[in-house]
C-alpha cells in the first residue's frame, strides 16, 4: 500500500468536530505522534500530524514533529520532476513566513498545480491542488 491509497481513505471522512468542546479522535491521535498531549483541539493546524500518522501507519520515517516544514529533514530532497506520485512528500511555503508551510503526500501535477493529499485543508483530509510557486 502507498502513502497515497492509505491516506486517500480518510479524504472527506476525517473532519474537525464543530463546537469549541468537540475534538476528532483521530486527529488528537495525529498530533500526539508530534509530541501534543490527548488533549489537543482539532482546530491546531495538523497537516504534519496527518502526515505523521500515515507514515507511523505503513512504518515510513517520520518528522514527528507537527511543523509542516519539519518534513524537509527527512529522507533527501528532490526536485519536482523527481518526485514519485503517491510516494513522496511535499512540503509548501505559506507566505512570506519561513517557519509556516504546508504539507502533503504528492498525488502528481497537472501543469504549474501540485496535487496533494493533506489534512487541515477545509478543516479535514482533503486533494487539493496547489500553486507549484509554493
Same mark, same amino acid.
Given at each position: #500500500? %502507498? +502513502? ?18 468537540? &475534538?476528532?479522535? +483521530?486527529?488528537?491521535?495525529? #498530533? /500526539?505522534? @508530534? $509530541?501534543?498531549?490527548? &488533549? ?8 504534519? $500530524?496527518?502526515?505523521?500518522? #500515515?507514515?507511523? &501507519?505503513?512504518?515510513? !520515517? =517520520? ?5 509542516? =516544514? /519539519?518534513? +524537509?529533514?527527512?529522507?533527501? /530532497?528532490?526536485?519536482?520532476? &523527481?518526485?514519485?506520485?503517491?510516494? *513522496?512528500? @511535499?512540503?509548501?511555503? =505559506? $507566505? %512570506?513566513? !519561513?517557519?509556516?508551510?504546508?504539507? $502533503?503526500?504528492?498525488?502528481?501535477? *497537472?501543469? *504549474? =498545480?501540485?496535487? +496533494?493529499?493533506?489534512?487541515? #485543508? /477545509?478543516?479535514?483530509? %482533503? ?8
Amino acid at each position: #500500500m %502507498t +502513502l497515497f491509497e492509505h491516506a486517500h481513505r480518510y479524504v472527506g471522512e476525517i473532519k474537525e468536530l464543530p463546537g469549541e468542546h468537540a &475534538d476528532h479522535p +483521530l486527529i488528537q491521535w495525529w #498530533m /500526539s505522534l @508530534c $509530541g501534543y498531549g490527548f &488533549d489537543v483541539h482539532d482546530e491546531v493546524p495538523w497537516c504534519s $500530524g496527518f502526515v505523521n500518522g #500515515m507514515a507511523w &501507519d505503513l512504518r515510513a !520515517p =517520520r518528522s514527528k514533529s507537527a511543523a509542516a =516544514r /519539519s518534513w +524537509l529533514a527527512v529522507g533527501v /530532497s528532490i526536485s519536482l520532476v &523527481d518526485a514519485r506520485a503517491a510516494w *513522496d512528500v @511535499c512540503v509548501l511555503s =505559506r $507566505g %512570506t513566513n !519561513p517557519i509556516q508551510g504546508h504539507v $502533503g503526500i504528492y498525488a502528481g501535477t *497537472d501543469g *504549474d =498545480r501540485i496535487r +496533494l493529499v493533506s489534512g487541515n #485543508m /477545509s478543516n479535514q483530509v %482533503t486533494v487539493e491542488d496547489f500553486d507549484e510557486a509554493r
